[in-house]
């Protein structure tokens, strides 16, 4: 299985897919990404979970309904697994050869006269017209040509601080020395990245962390206020320690 024209295939084939938008695409390259982890083997087994973090897809509906639909054009074959400990099969066409068949119709296009032409004829209609340019003796002067040097420069010159970073997760010995700075206890640095690592460093189990610190400060003041309520106040009782007790109520 050659990975380029796969590929180009795939390409070439989705242009002519009305049915077919972004969803589906990356869908199809999440697949397209494990058979290749797989050395392009059919049929290869799938975890749902996965494919959708894989594929950016949040929603387990969308997620079934591109799967049925890139299964009705051909593009994969897919068995779904209802047992939660076995994973659904999926097998990936060969689409190297729609790309071959697109080629030869393409060639077939191109030698067919149309028309009652000859097939010179269509090669000199088909070349593009030619451009009056002045000659080098005119007298005329040519206006000087505009260039948007410049302007790239200006949009690429951008201060770092605009510039996107993306986000990744720390080490747990990065968190130890960040809460130890802190004046916080390695303890708490284990139970922030314990916490944040089970549920992919999702703040609030929805949004994509960006500044694992920031998160951190807060999780030590938290800390603070849940130790500080959890302690005992200390105190004496208001007893008056020369009571007769033997005396009746």
Known sequence: ????????????????????????????VALFQFWNVQRFRNPISINREEVMRLSKIASKATYHKCMRE???????????????FRGSLITLHDLELDQKAVQKKNRMNTNKPFNNQTSSEQVISQLPEPINEPSINSNKLTKPIKTNIGAKSRINSGSPNEKRQRFS?????????????????????????????????????????????????????????WNSSETPQSGNLHTNPNKDYSVPL
Do not use: C
């Open 1 to 28: 299985m050659n990975y380029i024209k796969h590929l180009t295939g795939f390409f070439e084939r989705i242009i002519q897919e009305d049915r077919l938008n972004p969803t589906h695409i990356s869908l199809y």
């Open 70 to 84: 890139l299964d009705e054009l051909k593009y994969i074959t897919y068995e779904p697994s209802y047992n939660p």
């Open 169 to 225: 997760p720390p080490k747990i010995e990065e968190t130890e020395i960040f809460f130890l700075e802190q004046k916080s206890s390695n303890q708490e640095a284990q139970k922030f990245f314990n916490y944040f690592e089970s549920n992919g460093w999702l703040v609030g189990g929805k949004t994509k962390m960006k500044n694992w610190k920031a998160a951190a400060r807060n999780w030590i003041i938290n800390s603070r206020k």
